[in-house]
């Protein structure tokens, strides 16, 4: 099922980071060839088995042009433990090496259409949503990954390739919306 999104301008936003800043998406897309906006959380087992590959993907890609930023939509009512002091904390326990943003009122997860964490979509320079989806075809599993679906469609987007496929089912949890 293909993302709403895909061929379409990225929702813009302007919110807190567990580093204390205010982060406002344009001002990347002037910075970078590549953003992946990755909805994420604290609890979620699925966000834990993918943080050493996406800290991974940020390491090897950064110097091209591409950043991370994961953004925590969770309601913390429900979920204590994605509150915004402690993501703070999980920033420095699991030493991310990309942006770590809340979206207190879960404004951006619906503009985006997000569903899981994690649930990534790709942007290019112009803000173009070019893929969404999942990180690659195995969860459970790094050394077993047959297709890192990702890291392929950042690497076709830097390369100026068509990227293939465009969407994949998100794998994970599913979002905590309000009541």
């Given at each position: ?6 061929g ?7 919110i ?25 959380c ?50 420095t326990?699991?030493q ?55 890291k ?10 068509a ?6 089912a ?10």
């Amino acid at each position: 099922m293909d993302s709403p999104l895909i061929g379409k301008y990225a929702p813009d936003f302007e919110i807190p980071g567990a580093d204390g800043a205010i982060h406002h998406l344009a001002r990347y897309l002037e910075r970078h060839r590549a953003i992946a906006v990755v909805f994420m959380c604290n609890h979620c087992p699925y966000v834990k088995l993918y943080l050493d590959r996406l800290k991974q993907l940020q390491t090897e890609l950064q110097s091209q042009g591409m950043t991370l930023i994961g953004i925590n939509p969770n309601d913390e009512k429900q979920f204590p433990e994605d509150s915004y002091e402690k993501m703070q904390s999980f920033v420095t326990e699991h030493q991310l090496n990309f942006l770590y943003l809340r979206d207190m009122n879960q404004d951006v997860a619906h503009s985006f259409n997000a569903e899981k964490t994690p649930h990534v979509f790709l942007l290019d320079q112009k803000g173009i949503v070019q893929y969404a989806g999942a990180i690659d075809d195995n969860a459970q599993d790094a050394t077993a990954v047959k297709t890192p679906y990702l890291k392929n469609a950042i690497a076709a987007l830097l390369n100026d390739d068509a990227i293939a496929p465009v969407s994949t089912a998100p794998v994970g949890c599913s979002i905590k919306w309000r009541d």
